[in-house]
């Protein structure tokens, strides 16, 4: 377990480490006879080794360039509101999205919907029709644990991957906070369930070098991706502490610490069917091939979140796969905090931890629809983690 400290009691122990570091620089024969400190910091070590990786999944993140479609179209008699291309923040927006299409859906006047897709989309708007009085069924060709979502990180992301910087325009600006603040809201309310569906976890930004050392990416020549977090939700992001080598027990490493949301995304897609079920939901596995098929629906107000799929049913190309792979590794209880180091990420998922090759920039698996497991990528990012545990730390 990581030790409990008190605030200041953290800050003492980085005073101290700073002072030692000063010290070291002049005087190299006192080291031996200096005390020593003992980190304030101890996180108790991931066991991190490839014999304890369970499964590797590959999926692909159905990310467009302008955004998620959130736009309505009629085919034959059918009204279709989409809710999809969410990128990599689809769980993160799915509750703020979701409400706008069910708004949209609503206004259509019916009250027996349908939802296409039973992903973090489909389930999000099919709970929400339920609780503006439709009644609903979801038809969808795989079903949890079998869905693109049940493969993703499971952290607040609501702005991975989520469109490119030049498409995000004041108007998308608005509607992406919109989203962002009442999916986080809602999230809320999810908090202390039993199985923690969704719990607040410390992470950890992990670097050999001091923040005024770390050199500068090479250029990239590609249009950036949005960041908006920052200057939009700024607000909803807690303060960071840092932590220098000696104020901890990862070596000599500079750490920032900050409060992550994460879900645990077994228990989190169990109660949201659940609820659907309870709530007296109806689901049909049904495969569409063309937009005309969904004519066979008995309901004439239709979702469709359908994700990468919609590529496919709605013959929309501007949905472009990015694939990203995760290590799932035999769960460890008593591991309650993430990293990042050198290109990997670590979520202490309940449900099995999540090692994450991620690479240098957004670009990582962009336009990459393998979906062939790379076990030696899989290997280097667990063996990436371990290196922060490796004894020559102590
Ligand atoms: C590696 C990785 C990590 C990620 N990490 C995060 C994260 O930490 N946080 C976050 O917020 N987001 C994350 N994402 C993004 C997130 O997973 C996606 O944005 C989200 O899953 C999209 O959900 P969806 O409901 O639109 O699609 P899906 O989950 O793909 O669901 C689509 C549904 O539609 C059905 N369907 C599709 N086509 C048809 C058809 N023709 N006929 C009938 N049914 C059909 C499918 O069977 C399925 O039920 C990650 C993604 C990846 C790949």
Not at 63 to 79: M, N, Y
Request: aromatic residues 8%.
């Amino acid at each position: 377990m990581r030790e409990p400290i008190g605030r200041r009691q953290l800050l003492a122990g980085a005073g101290a480490a700073l002072l030692l570091g000063g010290l070291e620089g002049c005087t190299g024969t006192l080291s031996t006879q200096r005390p020593r400190i003992e980190p304030s910091l101890r996180l108790a070590p991931v066991r991190a080794s490839s014999d304890r990786i369970t499964r590797i999944t590959v999926c692909t993140r159905p990310f467009r360039a302008q955004g998620p479609r959130l736009d309505t179209e009629t085919v034959g008699s059918k009204f279709i509101v989409h809710n999809y291309g969410h990128g990599g923040s689809g769980w993160s927006l799915s509750w703020g999205s979701s409400a706008i299409a069910v708004r949209k859906a609503m206004a259509s006047g019916e009250r027996e919907m349908a939802v296409v897709g039973c992903g973090a989309l489909g389930l999000t708007s099919a709970l929400l029709l339920q609780r503006n009085g439709a009644r609903v069924t979801i038809y969808a060709k795989e079903l949890p644990p079998n869905v693109r979502s049940s493969l993703a990180t499971g952290v607040w992301s609501p702005d991975s991957r989520i469109c490119l910087a030049e498409h995000a325009t004041p108007a998308f600006k608005q509607s992406w906070a919109d989203m962002a603040r009442t999916s986080y809201e809602v999230y809320q309310n999810f908090l202390g369930l039993p199985g923690a569906p969704v719990e607040y976890i410390d992470t950890y930004f992990v670097s050999d070098e001091p923040p005024s050392a770390r050199g500068r990416r090479a250029p990239d020549t590609r249009p950036p991706f949005a960041e908006l977090q920052r200057e939009l939700i700024g607000d909803l992001i807690p303060q960071s502490t840092d932590f220098a080598p000696g104020s901890h027990s990862l070596g000599a490493r500079y750490l920032r610490r900050n409060s992550l949301m994460m879900f645990n995304l077994s228990a989190y897609t169990r109660l949201l069917l659940g609820d659907f079920i309870a709530n007296g939901g109806k689901i049909e596995i049904a495969e569409f091939h063309t937009p005309d098929d969904l004519r066979k629906l008995r309901e004439k107000t239709l979702i469709n979140a359908t994700g990468f799929g919609a590529r496919a049913l709605f013959g929309d190309k501007t949905v472009i796969p990015v694939r990203g792979q995760l290590a799932r590794a035999i769960p460890q209880p008593d591991i309650d905090y993430g990293l990042f180091y050198k290109g990997v990420s670590f979520v202490p998922r309940r449900d099995g931890l999540v090692f994450q090759a991620v690479g240098e920039s957004d670009y990582y698996g962009f336009d990459d629809d393998t979906a062939v497991p790379d076990r030696a990528e899989a290997d280097r990012a667990v063996t990436t983690i371990a290196q922060l545990f490796e004894r020559s730390n102590a």
